[in-house]
């Protein structure tokens, strides 16, 4: 993340909002089973209490920071097409001339071949760059490069 609010794709929105509503479900699960105040029995009782309120303590970050994701997303609004970034559609021109079309994502939740993450080799090196810029990065086959035909919006 760069420090100001970066777009976020349709399917990355909807995959935080689905993880958001699973938290919430489990932590009202997990609160559910807390005494509040009322003395605790043995000292397995208490472990098992201070067992849960960590786990609610866990559920309760994760929920304010996809909070504070989603609100970020809303307030950045739409991806630049201008220059890549999370939520950008990017069609790219390797080496061997072979092009390919991909859309940059937070979240990788199944195999999706277009599909790159901003934190994979290839994400890392497209973010911030414009149509008709160069980038090179080691893929598995080894070091390539790839050129940026055009950027859109992944959402578009």
């Given at each position: 993340?760069?420090?100001?609010?970066?777009?976020i794709s349709?399917?990355?929105?909807?995959?935080?909002?689905?993880d958001?509503?699973?938290?919430?479900?489990?932590?009202?699960a997990?609160?559910?089973?807390?005494?509040?105040?009322e003395?605790?029995?043995?000292?397995?009782?208490q472990?098992?209490?201070?067992?849960?309120?960590?786990?609610?303590?866990?559920?309760?970050?994760?929920?304010?920071?996809?909070?504070?994701r989603?609100?970020?997303?809303?307030?950045?609004?739409?991806?630049?097409?201008?220059?890549?970034?999370?939520?950008?559609?990017?069609?790219?021109?390797?080496?061997?001339?072979?092009?390919?079309?991909?859309?940059?994502?937070e979240?990788?939740?199944?195999?999706?071949?277009?599909?790159v993450?901003?934190?994979?080799?290839?994400?890392?090196?497209?973010?911030?760059?414009?149509?008709?810029?160069?980038?090179?990065?080691?893929?598995?086959?080894?070091?390539?490069?790839?050129?940026?035909?055009?950027?859109?919006d992944?959402?578009?």
């Amino acid at each position: 993340m760069t420090g100001v609010p970066e777009p976020i794709s349709d399917a990355g929105r909807a995959a935080l909002e689905r993880d958001l509503a699973d938290l919430r479900t489990e932590r009202e699960a997990v609160a559910a089973t807390l005494r509040g105040g009322e003395e605790v029995g043995d000292r397995a009782d208490q472990a098992d209490e201070l067992q849960r309120a960590d786990i609610l303590d866990r559920l309760d970050d994760r929920i304010i920071l996809i909070e504070g994701r989603l609100r970020e997303a809303a307030i950045a609004g739409a991806p630049s097409t201008e220059t890549v970034g999370v939520g950008s559609t990017v069609t790219l021109r390797f080496a061997d001339a072979a092009e390919l079309t991909v859309r940059i994502g937070e979240l990788a939740e199944e195999l999706d071949p277009e599909l790159v993450t901003d934190d994979s080799p290839l994400g890392q090196v497209l973010l911030g760059r414009r149509v008709g810029e160069t980038v090179e990065y080691d893929a598995p086959g080894g070091r390539t490069s790839a050129e940026v035909l055009s950027i859109g919006d992944a959402g578009a």
